[in-house]
């Protein structure tokens, strides 16, 4: 059985609805170009979208600090804009421009920006998820209310690391919040065929925390269960599995032809986009009006195109900086 929430549900104003509708936008509009450029054969490499997913990550780092930390994983997108890193640093390093946030040497899978909080990406399934252990470890150990959210895949749920972090993570009361974002697929698995529980959150009464299964698309919903993660690992009280119900709009990576994917299923899910079904509940709720919420696409579209074309126009790395920020300096024994 997953923990009752027993907390009330506090209410986000407006200001927070309006932030949340914004970078959810930021996020799709960079994503929209992203693939258009793809498409049109004008950037390549590999590209793992997150559109449909954009509130599982906005909600969640809507509560955290700039020194608080996020692991994510290649699908990372949504959540490294979310921490703040800045468009033109991200984009750059998709690319591989040496003006990138890792200096064009990580690229789309190994984004780093620890002055952001956005501590690491992985390509690895499941190799986040004890490195945030470390992270909420060290600011226990340095006293500091820091908390560390993780965000991973419901395939990554059944990885051994997954098991041994949530174990240890419980017996330490680690700050950290680990966010499953269920998109319903793993690689080209459905949940059903790969996952022995259909709510991942159930999983958190094994290792003795609370679980949330929560509509990851629905951004109040969201926000409210990852308050309640936030505030109780910032109080001392350890960590929480939160898991966010979601689907990937895109498929598994670029180029997917999704043969695997329910037509119906996509259809449904594509015509319930969480993103324009949020605005038209802002307008409809009166939180903010039509051309209000238009400004904010129209100022996110700008800022989406300012860093394509910053990154486009970069200089790859010097090939003398090869061996740069790759190993350690030699520490004297
Ligand atoms: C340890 C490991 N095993 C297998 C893979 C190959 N692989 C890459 S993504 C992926 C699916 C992961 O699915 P999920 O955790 O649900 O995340 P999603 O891609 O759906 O966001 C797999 C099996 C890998 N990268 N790492």
């Known amino acids: 059985m997953t923990a009752q929430v027993t907390e009330p549900a506090v209410e986000p104003d407006a200001k927070v609805l309006v932030g949340l509708f914004a970078t959810a936008t930021r996020i799709k509009l960079f994503d929209e170009k992203y693939l258009s450029l ?10 793992y979208s997150p559109r449909g997913q954009e509130f599982a990550a906005v909600s969640v780092a809507q509560h955290l600090r700039p020194d608080d930390y996020v692991v994510t994983i290649y699908r990372g997108l949504h959540d490294q804009i979310a921490k703040g890193v800045p468009l ?4 750059a390093e998709y690319l591989g421009k040496a003006v990138g946030s890792c200096k064009g040497k990580g690229g ?42 993780t965000n991973f895949g419901d395939g990554a749920s059944n990885i051994g690391a997954f098991h041994e972090a949530l174990n240890l993570a419980s017996v330490w009361k680690l700050p950290v919040i ?15 065929e790969g996952t022995s529980v259909a709510r991942i959150a159930d999983r958190a009464a ?30 001392g009280e350890g960590p929480t599995l939160l898991e966010a119900n979601t689907f990937r709009f895109n498929g598994h990576l670029m ?6 994917m329910p037509k119906e299923l996509l259809k449904e899910k594509m015509a319930a986009d969480p993103v324009p079904r949020f605005r038209a509940r802002l307008i409809a709720d009166e939180v903010a009006t039509e051309a209000e919420l238009a400004a904010i696409e129209e100022q996110a579209a700008e800022e989406v195109a300012d860093a394509a074309a910053y990154a486009l126009a970069a200089e790859y790395p010097d090939t003398a900086e090869l061996d740069t920020d790759v190993y350690a300096p030699e520490v004297a024994v």
């Open 38 to 47: 793809m498409k049109a054969g004008q950037i390549g490499g590999m590209y």
């Open 88 to 91: 033109r640093d991200l984009w």
């Open 108 to 149: 789309p899978m190994h984004v780093t920006s620890p002055e952001h909080g956005l501590m690491v990406t992985t390509g690895v399934v499941g190799s986040g998820i004890p490195i945030a252990n470390g992270l909420a470890l060290s600011a226990q150990m340095r006293g500091t209310d820091q908390v560390a959210v």
């Open 178 to 192: 680990f966010v499953c974002q269920n998109n319903q697929f793993a690689e080209y698995t459905p949940l059903s």
């Open 206 to 235: 094994a290792y003795g925390m609370p679980g949330e299964s929560v509509d990851g698309n629905d951004p109040v919903a969201m926000w409210q269960a990852a308050g309640r993660a936030v505030d109780r690992a910032r109080r």
């Open 255 to 260: 180029g997917d032809q999704q043969a695997y």
